[in-house]
């Protein structure tokens, strides 16, 4: 098991490589992909992206100093999902969190299909966080 | 049953303001018709509003050198005494051969059925539905299949490596958008489209 500056300087390592990548190399970073960034790197012909995903490797973590959480929600691959109307937030597998995945459950239960990933008890964790927001916003209304 | 009318609804007019380019972006993406999930995607007339793949499936790139990308696509109309319909061509020129390239790409291509979304240079910003010329979207309606596979050694065209032709016959549309209405003022119909088609490349 690597550590975050171990991985950080063989990314850099594999970024600045010039010419072709060993077989244990391209392997390597298959699987550093997966562990930091919580999502698969296809495998692929093309040298440049390997260096591509080192260097997504490398940023994420000079930028957040830690490996991506592991979400326990997925969504299917095309499947988008946006809040509500007028809200500005809109949701892929890229920036899907668990907070914002049973929010939306809470909502609308059976939009369940169009996830991948998801623990089972999530109608009990949606409650549970549909509740604790509802408290949230009692608690406001009664300040004001 | 209802009798089907065929009438224009608008008026033939060029946008001064944002005219029409010609040609296709550079990359593309390509997925195995069967792994769509169709039972969870939404379509509205010529609109594909969601495409949503089975579990563990994703899309898979397709990218394409030179000034031309995808050069001989196009959309031809077909004449049948019941209804007149169109045969839909992508053209795919792949610049790499060997044992994974033949294995994994050209062997599925020529049995397979595909759809296949390429990005128009000219999206559509101004219309109502902003964006909504973006996204073309191939063999949604009978399915891309290959109806030509050449791999010429001497060819200036594909230096030497495979020219892939897949057709899509009779279908009953003249083009199929993915288009994502947005939500969100922050975010354009155009970037939530982009976001969605995106995601269909995503890895496990």
Redesign the interface.
């Given at each position: 098991m690597m550590t975050i500056p171990e991985i950080m300087d063989y990314t850099r390592k594999v970024a600045d490589t010039q010419g072709k990548l060993p077989f244990r190399d391209k392997e390597l970073i298959q699987e550093l992909h997966k562990e930091v960034l919580d999502?698969?790197?296809?495998v692929t012909?093309c040298s440049d992206c390997y260096r591509d995903a080192a260097i997504r490797i490398f940023t994420y973590l000079k930028k957040h100093g830690k490996m991506k959480e592991k979400r326990e929600y997925?969504?299917?691959?095309?499947?988008?999902i946006?809040?509500?109307?007028?809200?500005?937030?809109?949701y892929?597998?890229?920036n899907l969190t668990d907070e914002v995945a049973e929010e939306y459950l809470a909502i609308k239960p059976e939009k369940i299909?169009?996830f991948?990933k998801y623990p089972e008890d999530w109608k009990a964790r949606c409650s549970q966080r549909q509740a604790a927001k509802n408290g949230k916003k009692s608690k406001t209304s009664k300040k004001a | 049953m209802a009798v089907c009318e065929y009438l224009i609804k608008q008026d033939i007019s060029i946008d001064c303001t944002d005219p029409m380019g010609k040609g296709v972006e550079s990359e593309g993406i390509i997925i195995n018709r069967s792994d769509i999930d169709f039972t969870k995607c939404g379509v509205n007339k010529n609109k594909v509003t969601s495409i949503v793949l089975k579990q563990g499936k994703h899309a898979y790139k397709v990218v394409q050198g030179g000034k031309s990308p995808f050069n001989g696509t196009q959309t031809e109309m077909q004449q049948s005494d019941i209804a007149n319909s169109f045969n839909h061509t992508v053209s795919i020129l792949i610049l790499d051969n060997g044992a994974d390239v033949c294995e994994n790409v050209i062997d599925q291509l020529a049995n397979g059925q595909f759809v296949v979304i390429l990005e128009n240079k000219y999206k559509g910003l101004n219309k109502q539905d902003a964006g909504s010329a973006a996204y073309q979207v191939y063999g949604w309606q009978t399915g891309l299949s290959a109806n030509e596979i050449t791999n010429e050694k001497y060819s200036d065209d594909t230096k030497g490596g495979w020219q892939v032709n897949l057709l899509e016959e009779d279908a009953p549309k003249s083009g199929m958008f993915a288009y994502v209405k947005s939500s969100s003022e922050e975010t354009t119909d155009y970037a939530a489209t982009k976001a969605m088609i995106d995601s269909l490349l995503e890895t496990a």
């Open positions: 999502i698969g790197f296809e012909t997925a969504l299917l691959n095309g499947a988008l946006q809040m509500a109307f007028g809200s500005s937030s809109l892929t597998n890229a299909i169009l991948a | -």
